[in-house]
């Protein structure tokens, strides 16, 4: 606001002189104006003034409060206020590239395409303009924004960064209309921060994951998990075995174009083929593929590890889906094998027994084949370079084969027959993700005692460091840590329609996104969160 309004002549020379004097009273020695908007421009000394003689006054100058932080989900760490009008997306304001860095055109064009102004490239900033550049110190995907001089500057070491410092920017302007002065620092807490969605057992469109995949880079989340292969379905195209694949599925071409969207938008879609148990929709084509007990109980998806034709076809779909799915990372499964839920593993499953015993000694236990299965898939992947992931019931202590180091472990449940706590784990020095069920689970039709989860028990409750139940494992193993995601399973598939699922999950999905971001707790409280997050997504 202005600090003073000198109408002009018309107020007469009395007014005129009043105001004069009262500039005169409020000017520093220096010649600065006083107050909470720092040094005014244009307000020197004045000369002597008079009641006969008066001098014009100089015009006084717009002032500024110091700003605050931009309002956005996940919130920034790190805001230096300064003072200044901010910036705002004008008709002649445009996003350019810095030179040297034109790959990130891609993330230009968006970003002018959600502000509704130009993209004008590779070109020189001038007023009014948003710079996006490469270039600094700083770990990946962090970022710098700068507002100052009508101008903001968005810098990261990487794409993605910069990227993020995009998604600051819309938020604010967004929420607000504009961004506020100052400079935003800011970097994730973890890694790995994404969303899972169960496509096996209930099948959801592309356009549905498409609008998934949008929504999680707006909460600068990076990993979406597609477990596509159950006892209820398989859910993607094959060329392999095309038998097995449900009349409801993803084409190839289909999951490019998602796969596409994520990389622009620097999310990796990690695939999951779930083995050697949920397997039902691969058994259901090959019968002879089915694990039997010594009664002639035939457990639902469990196949026959003793069986070569069982590795044999699970290979030729990891090989075949190697080639759709280019990112980073290969989930590959290994938890609730049903042989290994019994009592009495090598009594139930005597042929299983043999088999472990013919391969790894007389000692060898059922465990130690199911160990070996999941170390000969992760053999097929590795050469990829794929970092390979497993669920935590998928490694099993006391064998005499061990789960390759290099295996990370999904922590979601301590609830199964002879689970271990993450901290065993840990303890071994193995790196860890959170998925824990009680807080980041969203099962369809909220079977065994799942209810879905709030965005509040997140928010105010849960941290990566709390991998099991409610208590968070010792602060020294954060590092081990690498972050968390927020799993939709669709047990009853029924349940729930597509429409309701992306509702049900929205708000606790932005609170995870939230607590991966910046693990501390929140300054904002969970109402003020929650109105945000409605405001500017």
Known sequence: MMRYSIRGPQAGSSLL????????????SDGSATGPGGPTSGVG?????????????PTPTRTYPLSTAPLTVPAV?????????????????????????????????????????????????????????????????????TTRDNRVRITGPDEAGVFYGTRTLKQSVKGSGAMPEGKVTDAPAKPQRGLMVDIARKH?????????????????????????SDDQGFRIESDSH???????????????????????????????????????????????????????????GAVDIANPASAKIVDELLREYMGLFPGGYWHLGADEYVALM????????????RA??????????????????????????????????????????????????????????????????????????????????????????????????????????????VLRGTTPVPARYGPQILGGRFAVWCDLSQAQTQAQVADGIRTPLTATAQKLWDERKPAMSWERFRDLAAKVR
Not at 436 to 455: A, I, K, S
């Open 77 to 145: 760490r790190s805001h230096e206020a300064a003072r200044g009008p901010g910036w705002r997306p004008v008709p002649a304001a445009g996003v350019v590239v810095a030179a040297g860095s034109e790959e990130l055109a891609d993330e230009g064009r968006l970003l002018a395409g959600e502000l509704k102004i130009a993209y004008r490239g590779a070109v020189a900033a001038r007023a009014g303009d948003v710079e996006l550049a490469l270039g600094g110190k700083g770990a990946p995907e962090s970022y710098t924004l």
């Open 204 to 228: 959801f469109t592309a356009g549905w994951i498409e609008a998934r995949v949008r929504e999680m880079a707006d909460l600068k989340l990076n990993q979406l998990g597609l477990h596509f």
């Open 356 to 465: 472990a015993r013919a391969k790894y000694g007389p000692s060898a236990r059922v465990q130690d084949l199911a160990t070996g299965w999941l170390n000969d898939r992760a053999a097929v992947v590795r050469p990829s370079g794929r970092t390979l992931k497993a669920w935590n019931d998928g490694f099993f202590p006391g064998g005499v084969v061990g789960a390759d180091k290099d295996i990370e472990v999904e922590y979601w449940t301590g609830k199964e027959l002879g689970a271990r706590p993450p901290t065993a784990y840990l303890s071994a020095g193995r790196k860890v993700v959170n998925l824990n069920d009680e807080y980041l689970y969203y099962v369809l039709g909220e079977p065994n005692q799942f209810t879905y989860p709030t965005g509040r028990r997140i928010y105010e409750q849960w941290t990566p460091l």
């Open 17 to 28: 002189a009043a105001a004069v004097a009262l500039v005169t009273l409020t000017a520093c």
């Open 45 to 57: 000394t004045p000369s002597a003034v008079t009641s006969e003689t008066p001098e014009p006054s």
């Open 342 to 353: 019994s009592k009495d593993p090598e009594a139930t499953y005597p042929g299983l027994a």
């Open 242 to 300: 095309p038998e097995i694949v449900s009349a409801q599925h993803l084409t190839k071409a289909e999951v490019r174009r998602i796969v596409d969207l994520a990389r622009s938008l620097h999310i990796t879609v990690i695939p999951e083929i779930d083995s050697p148990g949920h397997l039902g929709a691969v058994i259901a084509a090959h019968p002879d593929l089915q694990l039997r007990s010594a009664s002639g109980r035939a457990p639902r």
